[in-house]
């Protein structure tokens, strides 16, 4: 069991019913007990109201697997935070792809018929509108309440509401700025651009980041964690405002590699265990998103990704802490070669590969081509997320155990790296290229020489590090080559080799139900 449980905390504080807020007005939660009486009564209950913010990164409800805090109207399997990042950053980008065939799902897997009907967009909306409000709601709550460490779990606050407005900026280019000065308004909410979105995103976390310390319970934000959101904001501040920031993301990493702490675990594959939470790889993990089998379950989290690449026909799952059998092993995500293929060109050269991060397929039985992306056997299932532990014995379970992690050193290093190339004044090239190749010989990868660093090549180090994770689509628009037909891959635009996609792409669709729920709301172009 995780030290800071994600599930509420407390018999009394099942007594709250939050309420969605998809229709980005809806600011005020609907309660049988004011959580301000709540509070008053029971001011250490502020710990458990805190958790259920963090918990909507992971879970669908606290209330369990099957409910979901988004409403009736999105599907509790489906709609999970951790569950869309993968959907809409790895399955639309090069290196994965899933076979279901779900209507809306087959759409982002092969970049093709968006629009704002996809349900796949509307969960990851309405994940953000329903972070913020109930944010909102407990920020406000507190101003009028006595807590203990009140200052530290509003910055908290402030920073995950921050970060579900990150992926607004990132995914959709625009929305709607709630904060809790909006609470009770019945004024529709004016529609922010994406420069106002960054710089409100901004704003807050340069002001929390003096008031978050620099260590915290494992599982809560800490210094680092706000650090490394602002270096993600900066580093794709051209794409997202259009002037290049490039020294300030620099300057971020550099604070977070100079004082967070923090360093590379030995073991790779460590890092995507079940204890990784226990393991040495805790020492290089910034940011995570708890899974806990028992107390936290989900069908997002890290059980989406585990579950989702096994299979009883290929594979023997209970190899990777999976029990197997139909409701475990789900037989729908496989790498491409765009991934698979940065390592070698056929599955012996993967097996013989000297980097540890190759041998994260599972090949028997598979083809090299991705002929057809609905075939199982096409593509090679990646087993890089494993259910099972790193050191000592575990037993399969249907939930997974293993903690994604958001935010870690190397991603940090390779970040430090391409700022770096892309002239950033405060950086030293020397440094990034020892930051690159402790990344690369961490698994066992050769040393590469100066020449070598290029932008190129950090991209695709990047996929070989941190495919899987969540970052894809964005580091593909970053580097000029997710639309157009500059650089294609498997099942780009639905064809078999790649072909050229719009430039609307590079934002989703504002789902139709926002845009009904809000006049201000305009339709991102191309739609």
């Given at each position: 069991?995780?030290?800071?449980?994600i599930?509420?905390?407390?018999?009394?504080?099942f007594?709250?019913?939050?309420?969605s807020c998809?229709?980005?007005?809806?600011?005020?939660p609907?309660?049988e007990?004011g959580?301000?009486q709540l509070?008053?009564?029971?001011p250490?209950?502020?710990k458990?109201l805190?958790?259920?913010?963090?918990?909507?990164?992971?879970?669908?409800?606290?209330?369990?697997?099957?409910k979901?805090?988004?409403g009736?109207?999105?599907?509790?399997?489906?709609s999970?935070?951790?569950?869309g990042?993968?959907n809409?950053q790895?399955?639309?980008?090069?290196g994965?792809k899933?076979?279901?065939?779900?209507?809306?799902?087959d759409?982002?897997?092969?970049t093709t018929?968006?629009?704002?009907?996809?349900?796949f967009?509307?969960?990851?909306y309405?994940?953000?509108?329903?972070?913020?409000?109930?944010?909102?709601?407990?920020i406000?709550i507190?101003?009028?309440?006595?807590v203990?460490?009140k200052?530290?779990y509003?910055s908290?606050?402030?920073?995950?509401?921050?970060?579900?407005?990150?992926?607004m900026i990132?995914?959709?280019?625009?929305?709607?700025?709630?904060?809790?000065?909006d609470?009770g308004?019945?004024?529709p909410?004016k529609?922010s651009?994406r420069?106002?979105?960054?710089?409100?995103?901004?704003?807050?976390?340069l002001d929390i980041?003096a008031k978050?310390?620099?260590?915290n319970?494992?599982?809560?934000?800490?210094?680092?964690?706000?650090?490394?959101?602002?270096?993600k904001?900066?580093?794709?501040a051209?794409?997202?405002?259009g002037?290049a920031?490039?020294?300030?993301?620099?300057?971020?990493?550099?604070?977070?590699?100079?004082?967070?702490?923090?360093t590379?675990?030995?073991?790779?594959?460590?890092?995507?265990?079940?204890?990784n939470?226990k393991?040495a790889?805790?020492?290089e993990?910034?940011?995570v998103?708890?899974?806990?089998p028992?107390?936290?379950?989900?069908?997002g989290n890290?059980t989406?990704?585990v579950?989702?690449?096994?299979?009883?026909?290929?594979?023997?799952?209970?190899d990777f802490?999976?029990p197997?059998?139909?409701?475990?092993?789900?037989?729908?995500?496989r790498?491409?070669?765009a991934?698979?293929?940065l390592?070698?060109?056929?599955?012996?050269?993967?097996?013989?590969?000297p980097d540890?991060r190759?041998?994260?397929f599972?090949?028997?039985?598979?083809?090299?081509?991705?002929?057809?992306?609905?075939a199982?056997v096409d593509g090679?299932?990646?087993?890089?997320?494993?259910?099972k532990?790193?050191?000592?014995s575990s037993?399969?379970?249907?939930?997974?155990?293993?903690?994604?992690?958001?935010?870690r050193?190397?991603?940090?290093?390779?970040?430090?790296?391409?700022c770096v190339l892309?002239?950033?004044?405060a950086?030293?090239?020397s440094?990034?290229?020892?930051?690159?190749n402790?990344?690369?010989?961490?698994?066992?990868?050769?040393s590469?020489?100066?020449t070598d660093?290029t932008?190129?090549?950090?991209?695709?180090?990047?996929?070989?590090?941190?495919?899987l994770e969540?970052?894809?689509?964005?580091?593909?628009i970053?580097?000029?080559?997710?639309?157009?037909?500059s650089?294609?891959w498997?099942?780009?635009?639905?064809?078999?080799d790649g072909?050229?996609?719009?430039?609307?792409?590079?934002?989703?669709?504002?789902?139709?139900?926002?845009?009904?729920?809000?006049p201000?709301?305009?339709?991102?172009?191309g739609?």
């Open positions: 069991m995780k030290k800071f449980k599930s509420i905390v407390g018999v009394s504080l007594l709250l019913l939050f309420n998809s229709n980005d007005l809806e600011t005020e609907k309660v007990l959580i301000d509070l008053q009564k029971d250490n209950a502020i458990g805190v958790s259920k913010i963090y918990g909507a990164f992971a879970l669908s409800s606290s209330e369990g697997p099957d979901s805090d988004l009736a109207g999105d599907n509790a399997g489906e999970p935070f951790l569950r990042i993968v809409l790895d399955f639309t980008a090069d994965m899933n076979r279901w065939g779900d209507n809306g799902l759409q982002l897997t092969t018929n968006w629009d704002e009907n996809n349900k967009f509307r969960y990851l309405n994940r953000v509108y329903f972070v913020v409000p109930q944010a909102n709601n407990l406000n507190m101003n009028d309440v006595s203990p460490d200052e530290l509003t908290e606050l402030r920073f995950l509401r921050s970060l579900a407005y990150y992926y990132d995914c959709f280019g625009k929305g709607v700025i709630v904060t809790e000065q609470l308004s019945p004024v909410v529609e651009s420069v106002e979105m960054f710089e409100y995103v901004e704003k807050e976390l980041e978050i310390p620099m260590t319970e494992y599982g809560r934000v800490n210094k680092s964690g706000v650090r490394m959101l602002l270096a904001l900066y580093l794709n051209e794409v997202y405002t002037t920031r490039y020294n300030d993301a620099l300057i971020y990493t550099d604070k977070i590699i100079k004082e967070g702490g923090y590379l675990a030995p073991s790779f594959k460590s890092l995507f265990s079940a204890d939470d393991t790889a805790k020492n993990i910034i940011y998103l708890i899974a806990d028992i107390v936290s379950q989900s069908y890290g989406y990704i579950n989702g690449s096994m299979s009883d026909a290929t594979m023997q799952p209970t802490g999976n197997g059998g139909a409701a475990n092993a789900w037989q729908g995500h790498a491409t070669k991934w698979y293929g390592f070698g060109s056929s599955a012996a050269a993967l097996a013989s590969s540890d190759g041998k994260l599972w090949t028997s039985g598979h083809n090299y081509e991705m002929t057809d992306y609905k199982w090679f299932p990646s087993v890089k997320f494993t259910n532990n790193f050191q000592g037993s399969p379970t249907a939930f997974a155990n293993t903690d994604f992690p958001l935010y050193l190397a991603d940090v290093y390779l970040m430090y790296a391409e892309r002239g950033a004044t950086g030293n090239a440094q990034a290229l020892t930051y690159v402790a990344v690369r010989n961490r698994s066992k990868a050769s590469i020489n100066a660093l932008l190129n090549f950090i991209l695709d180090e990047r996929a070989r590090e941190l495919n969540g970052h894809r689509r964005t580091d593909l970053r580097f000029g080559k997710f639309t157009g037909g650089y294609n498997p099942w780009k635009g639905g064809v078999k072909t050229a996609i719009p430039d609307s792409y590079k934002l989703f669709p504002i789902p139709l139900t926002a845009l009904q729920a809000n201000n709301l305009k339709q991102n172009p739609y």
